[in-house]
C-alpha cells in the first residue's frame, strides 16, 4: 500500500483543539484508491482503525488510540456541474463554500468559516446560522461496513441534527454532490463575508478548540445556560471555558485531552443540577 504512514505519533497536532494522545499509525490518504486500500487492508488484519476528517471537532484521550488512524483531509477537490457541486471527502466545507459562490451559487453560505471537512460535515449533518447540509446534500459516495463502495441518496440518510445514517452504519464518505441556486456572485459573497464578521466577534477562534462543545438542547442553547450557571472561564487544568462564548471550551494553556474530557463533565453535571438539562457533548471524543 503507497500510503503516506507513520508509527507511534502524537495525534495532537492533527486535531484542533491541539491535544491527544498517540496513535499506533496514521495514516494520510490523497486519494480514493489509497483510502478503499488502507480501509480493506486494516478490515483483512483486524487491526482497529477509525477513518477522521482534518479532526476539526474530535478529541482522542491521552491514552491514544491502539490503532490506525486515517485522516482524510489530504483528499481534496470540488467539481462544478451546473448548479451541482461534487466534492471529495477532505475538503473543506469553507472551500466548499467559496467554490459555490465562485460559480454564482447560493445554498452553501453558512459553511463558511465551520472549520471541519465534506467527510466530517456530511457525518454530523453540519450546520450553522439556520443552514444544514442535509438542505443541499444530493447524494455521496461511501464505503459501507462491508468494505463495498455504495451510493445513498438524500431520502436514505436519515439527517437529524448533528446526526445522519453515516453514525449507525460506520459509513465513510469518499465524495458527496450538493445542488444549489443559482443566485448572484456579490450577494452570495457578501453573506459570506458577513457570517465570518459574526464568527470572529462572538467565537474564540485565537485558541484551539473543537467548535462548538454541546449539541444545542431542545428548547434551549447550550451557551446560555453554561452562563447562566455561572461557568464562563471555568478551568480544569490548561481547559477552559471560553470567557467570550460560554459554548466553546478552548486550549487556554497547554491543555491536555484529559483536561478537555474532565471540563465537558463537570459542565454537563453542573448544568444539570442547576436546570435539570442535560448537555450532550458535540464534540466527538474517541477512546
Excluded: W
Excluded at 491527544?20 to 490518504?29: N, S
Amino acid at each position: 500500500m503507497n500510503i503516506t504512514c507513520f508509527e507511534n505519533e502524537s495525534l495532537a497536532p492533527y486535531c484542533s483543539m491541539k491535544a491527544g494522545g498517540r496513535a499506533k499509525y496514521i495514516l494520510l490518504p490523497k486519494t480514493k484508491e489509497e483510502l478503499v486500500s488502507a480501509v480493506a487492508e486494516f478490515k483483512k488484519s483486524g487491526e482497529r482503525y477509525i477513518v477522521v476528517g482534518n479532526c476539526s471537532n474530535l478529541l482522542f484521550s491521552e491514552s491514544g488510540f491502539d490503532g490506525a488512524v486515517i485522516i482524510t483531509s489530504g483528499m481534496r477537490g470540488v467539481e462544478v456541474n451546473g448548479n451541482r457541486l461534487k466534492a471529495f471527502c477532505g475538503e473543506t466545507l469553507s472551500t466548499l463554500a467559496r467554490a459555490a459562490c465562485d460559480s454564482s451559487l447560493t445554498g452553501l453560505e453558512f459553511c463558511y468559516g465551520i472549520p471541519g471537512t465534506v467527510g466530517g460535515g456530511v457525518y454530523m449533518n453540519a450546520g450553522a446560522y439556520g443552514g444544514e447540509l442535509s438542505q443541499v446534500f444530493v447524494r455521496g459516495e461511501f464505503i459501507d461496513e462491508n468494505g463495498d463502495i455504495i451510493v445513498l441518496n438524500a431520502n436514505e440518510m436519515d439527517f437529524a441534527y448533528r446526526h445522519s445514517v453515516m453514525a449507525d452504519r460506520s459509513l465513510i464518505l469518499l465524495s458527496a454532490e450538493f445542488e444549489c441556486s443559482v443566485g448572484n456572485k456579490e450577494d452570495i459573497r457578501a453573506r459570506m463575508d458577513e457570517l465570518m464578521a459574526k464568527r470572529k466577534a462572538s467565537q474564540p477562534l485565537e485558541y484551539p478548540s473543537c467548535g462548538s462543545a454541546f449539541k444545542r438542547p431542545v428548547g434551549h442553547y447550550a451557551g446560555a445556560l453554561i452562563e447562566q450557571c455561572g461557568l464562563k472561564g471555568l478551568t480544569v487544568g490548561g481547559a477552559q471555558v471560553s470567557e467570550k462564548h460560554a459554548g466553546f471550551i478552548i486550549n487556554r494553556s497547554n491543555a491536555s485531552a484529559d483536561d478537555v474530557i474532565e471540563l465537558l463533565n463537570l459542565v454537563s453535571d453542573t448544568v444539570f443540577e442547576k436546570t435539570g438539562v442535560r448537555l450532550e457533548p458535540e464534540i466527538r471524543i474517541i477512546l
